[in-house]
């Protein structure tokens, strides 16, 4: 959740930033298409729907040297919402 957050407030924040501090229909047109680098890789806003698109990364937990690892095996690439229909 912490990096939501981080993702939704460096969205506004680059928006406002492009805008001038301008709101309302600015602001959500700045925030449309943005690609960005996240902690968890990299982040799209789609211009059309404003969801998010990602990549999501498939890990297992394996033990190496007594201590537990999560360990990325796979990546699906660039990730809508599978929620909606498209």
């Known amino acids: 959740m912490a990096v939501g957050g981080y993702d939704g407030m ?8 492009a805008t001038k501090g301008a709101g309302g229909e ?12 996240s902690p968890r890789g990299q ?8 969801d998010i698109i990602q990549d ?4 297992k937990v394996e033990k190496k040297d007594g ?9 699906i690439k660039s ?7 498209r």
């Open 10 to 17: 460096r969205l506004i924040y680059k928006g406002l930033d």
């Open 56 to 59: 999501v990364y498939i890990r």
């Open 26 to 37: 600015a602001l959500v047109a700045a925030m449309k298409g943005q690609l960005f680098e």
């Open 79 to 85: 990730v809508k919402d599978p929620g909606k229909n």
């Open 43 to 50: 982040v799209l806003i789609d211009a059309q729907t404003r």
């Open 67 to 75: 201590q537990l690892w999560n360990i990325e095996f796979d990546t």
